[in-house]
Each structure stands twice: as structure tokens, then as C-alpha cells.
T-cell receptor
Framework: EDKVVQSPLSLVVHEGDTVTLNCSYE??????LLWYKQEKKAPTFLFML????IEKKSGRLSSILDKKELFSILNITATQTGDSAIYLC??????????????FGQGTILTVHP | GAVVSQHPSWVICKSGTSVKIECRSL??????MFWYRQFPKQSLMLMAT?????????EQGVEKDKFLINHASLTLSTLTVTSAHPEDSSFYIC?????????????FGPGTRLTVL
């Protein structure tokens, strides 16, 4: 059975801090790992990672994948109160009827205080 | 980026009634859409995969006769919760698969909050 585990489950920081969110996975027929940010509604896409060691960056957010050790990290530098959200990690399978299916981790609840 | 809409955004219904939720891809075609359910303080759980022009495939433990899925066109999938009960109250989210788009991945609708009294 596919498994995605995120840590920590919750994190409280102050504005300006840097945070690292972790995601480890076990999945057959791995295709990609995705990071999403969820505020009050549905998740919004952050990153999709398919190759090991290649950092993806968007503003203050960055992410990297290690396919050998089966984990990914999401870094947020100079956090702002607007970064407060649930961050979800998901892995996507490939092959046959599993194509495109996502298995989500439990999420990390990030709270950024002013 | 690609836009996916859901309607309604929230619905309250009486126990025993049926509720239909629509998921639309607004600016792209989606041969595959996915339906998820999210209970409070829990993560998203995949319920079923909706394929245009063919039957949906359901995840283990999801009753296909209770959660009817129809994917009649390349831009619309519907989920009907039949004979809803309070335990069906949840946040239902769809995603549409933009294969070949940049990035080549899924985009989520805004979700539908269902409350069954």
C-alpha cells in the first residue's frame, strides 16, 4: 500500500523565520511528487518534482526530491503571516489504471505569527 | 494556470436526499478527473477516478452505488451523493488532469462543503 508521511504535523514560527517541511514516501510505480498549499479551500499547486537533486524554486519557496532515500523537503525562507496554511505532499503513480492517482500525506499545519 | 470550478461551493441537505456536485475544467480539456473527500483535520482521500466516456473507477471502500460519477464531456464531471446521511458530511474536491499542460499535473477545484442534517 502506498504511504506518504509528512513531518512535522504542525509548526509555529515567527515572521522572518525559515522552515523546512519533510515528506517521505513509499510508492510503487512512482511518477512524481507534488507539494500543495491549502488554506480555506482546495489545495493550490506549488511544485512538481520528478528528478532527484534538482531544486525547484518559486520566490521564497523551494523544494528538492531525493529518489534514492525517498523523501522531499519544502523550504520557506523569510516566512510571512500569509504563509500560514496546511502544506500537503502527494505522490503520483503511473501505469495502467493507477495513472495520475495521488496519495496524500497528512499535511503540515504551518502557523506564522507576526 | 488551469482553472477548475465546482458547483455548488456549499450545500446543506436533509438526510435521505441526493446531492449533485459539478466539476468543470474551464480552459482546458480533461479526459480524467478525480474526486477526493476531506474530513476535518484530515488529508485528502481519493474516492474515484472519472474517465470521459467510460465508467468511473472507485477506490477500495468507496460505494459506487452511493457515489455516482458521470463524466459526460471533456470539461464536466459530476458526483452525485445518493441518499445522503450525516456521515457523508465532508469537503468534496475534484481535480482535473491537464496532461500535456505546463506543468503536466492536476489542478484542483475550490471544493464543495456538504452538510447533511
Amino acid at each position: 500500500e502506498d504511504k506518504v508521511v509528512q513531518s512535522p504535523l504542525s509548526l509555529v514560527v515567527h515572521e522572518g523565520d525559515t522552515v523546512t517541511l519533510n515528506c517521505s514516501y513509499e510508492v510503487t510505480n512512482f511518477r512524481s511528487l507534488l507539494w500543495y498549499k491549502q488554506e480555506k479551500k482546495a489545495p493550490t499547486f506549488l511544485f512538481m518534482l520528478t528528478s532527484s537533486g534538482i531544486e525547484k524554486k518559486s520566490g521564497r519557496l523551494s523544494s528538492i526530491l531525493d529518489k534514492k532515500e525517498l523523501f522531499s523537503i519544502l523550504n520557506i525562507t523569510a516566512t510571512q503571516t500569509g504563509d500560514s496554511a496546511i502544506y500537503l505532499c502527494a505522490v503520483e503513480r503511473t501505469g495502467g489504471t493507477s495513472y495520475g492517482k495521488l496519495t496524500f500525506g497528512q499535511g503540515t499545519i504551518l502557523t506564522v505569527h507576526p | 494556470g488551469a482553472v477548475v470550478s465546482q458547483h455548488p461551493s456549499w450545500v446543506i441537505c436533509k438526510s435521505g436526499t441526493s446531492v449533485k456536485i459539478e466539476c468543470r475544467s474551464l480552459d482546458f480539456q480533461a479526459t480524467t478527473m478525480f474526486w477526493y473527500r476531506q474530513f476535518p483535520k484530515q488529508s485528502l482521500m481519493l474516492m474515484a477516478t472519472s474517465n470521459e466516456g467510460s465508467k468511473a473507477t472507485y477506490e477500495q471502500g468507496v460505494e459506487k452505488d452511493k457515489f455516482l460519477i458521470n463524466h459526460a464531456s471533456l470539461t464536466l464531471s459530476t458526483l452525485t451523493v445518493t441518499s445522503a446521511h450525516p456521515e457523508d458530511s465532508s469537503f468534496y474536491i475534484c481535480s482535473a488532469d491537464e496532461r500535456g499542460g505546463i506543468p503536466d499535473t492536476q489542478y484542483f477545484g475550490p471544493g464543495t462543503r456538504l452538510t447533511v442534517l
